[in-house]
């Protein structure tokens, strides 16, 4: 619970009731202190209370006419006053009867959780010998009460005052700390997302500022990192590019003109031979064979290097591609999107871009059993698009990428582009964006 608060708050609420117990400790000491204060306060008036009693009693046993005395006494004293006279068998009235009530007076509920002391204290007043009544202190605690509760009211001001500031100082103290682990977050969401180029806003305490100022050294060691890993892939491809055209010179000069003349020689046989012959027969079956493994050699060129695309260009390539594709599988209505100005780009990115559409249509052809396909070869500004989608029964969970479409990956990446494998709709895109402008090919060193 306490780890998913904010650290705002998580910085206040301790303050917060560090201030909240100073102030209820304050009001049980205000509890505690206000009986003795109020006793000490009023010893004084009790004793002028007994002074007057006994000064009553010696004037009254003094007088000729005691009685007239009383009354004379009784109508000095002032209904205000601390000192009142109390026939016998009469009740003093209750301090809280007394000042308390308005507007400006405590309210009721701050008196009743105050322990006041019994100030009440009377003395008895003799005429002619019998107890006549009595002179009482009836102290009036309204100026006390009034005082201690000003001071509750302002030690809870204080408080108060002091909770709001301490809040807002929190605030703003964790804004001024966050603010920076949040950009920090941010950036180092970037890293992980392969954005190397925008750097972290660099502040906030030093050690922030230190581990900002270390993510973007990370930063600029990822890009070049990147940079040195595309250089090794583009030199990979590279040398597989070579691999594959030279095997391929090989199968074209050396291999395909000794099947030329297995052929040529085969046909010879055959119109030499008997037509009803077994001669004939065995020779028949051999110029098959042999016409298979030249289709065969054929197939296997075009897979290896397409030489067509410097001749012909990318373009035509591809619809090539599309016819040869048609022809093998006319179960499958293809559709295709093709710019002509494919044929503007040569090189490893021409070689890319055919790539990625012959595996990607081998997979349809031989895993997707798709009815419906189409093919989609487009400029987006500075970017080729190439997009592959199919009616089929999609991709195994789990496995995005198999053995064609990893080498497709390594090539994309080589050239700074993007290959993603999607499921939607119940259709399966293979999508790849690559940069018009290849990315610089790695020096070969010899």
């Not at 026939?87 to 105050?114: D, E, I, M, N, T």
């Not at 590279?238 to 095997?247: K, P």
């Amino acid at each position: 619970m306490w780890q998913r608060l904010s650290f705002s708050t998580q910085l206040f609420l301790p303050l917060g009731l560090l201030f909240m117990a100073a102030l209820i400790m304050g009001g049980v000491l205000l509890h505690v202190f206000t009986t003795g204060q109020l006793a000490e306060e009023n010893q004084p008036a009790q004793r002028s209370t007994k002074a007057v009693a006994e000064a009553l009693n010696n004037a009254l046993r003094s007088s000729d006419h005691p009685r007239r005395t009383l009354d004379d006494f009784v109508r000095m004293l002032d209904e205000s006053s601390d000192i009142q006279f109390l026939p016998a068998g009469a009740v003093a009235p209750p301090f809280a009867s007394r000042g308390l009530q308005g507007s400006h007076g405590p309210p009721k509920w701050f008196v009743s959780l105050l322990s006041i002391p019994d100030l009440h204290i009377a003395f008895p007043v003799s005429l002619n010998g019998e107890h006549f009544g009595d002179i009482v202190f009836v102290p009036d605690l309204s100026a006390a009460l009034f005082e201690t509760w000003v001071g509750f009211l302002a030690l809870a001001g204080f408080v108060v005052a002091l909770t709001g500031l301490t809040g807002v100082v929190a605030y703003v103290f964790a804004g001024s700390a966050l603010r920076p682990l949040q950009d920090l977050g941010a950036g180092l969401t970037r890293l992980r997302r392969g954005d190397y180029a925008t750097p972290i806003s660099v502040g906030g305490p030093p050690e922030i500022r230190q581990s900002c100022e270390e993510a973007n050294a990370l930063a600029e060691t990822l890009v070049q990192l990147s940079q040195d890993n595309r250089d090794l892939l583009h030199r990979l491809v590279s040398l597989q590019d070579d691999e594959r055209r030279d095997l391929a010179r090989e199968l074209h000069d050396e291999l395909g003109p000794l099947l030329f003349g297995i052929r040529v020689g085969t046909i010879a046989l055959v119109d030499a031979s008997p037509p009803a012959g077994n001669l004939s027969s065995s020779a028949q079956e051999v110029l098959q064979s042999v016409e298979a493994l030249q289709q065969t050699n054929r197939r296997i060129l075009d897979r290896l290097r397409p030489l067509y695309i410097e001749e012909l260009g990318l373009e035509t390539s591809v619809q090539t591609l599309l016819r040869n594709f048609r022809k093998q599988a006319p179960s499958i209505d293809l559709t295709d999107t093709v710019d002509p100005n494919l044929n503007a780009i040569d090189g490893p990115l021409a070689q890319t871009v055919y790539r990625v559409i012959q595996e990607a249509l081998t997979n349809v052809l031989r895993h997707a059993g798709a009815s419906h396909a189409h093919v989609q070869a487009t400029f987006a500004g500075e970017t080729v698009v190439i997009e592959i989608s199919d009616d089929g029964g999609g991709f195994p969970e789990g496995n995005l990428f198999g053995r064609g479409l990893t080498g497709m990956h390594e090539r994309v990446r080589a050239l700074s582009g993007s290959l993603s494998l999607l499921r939607v709709d119940d259709r399966t895109y293979v999508r790849c964006r690559l940069p018009a402008e290849p990315a610089r090919e790695a020096p070969v060193s010899d």
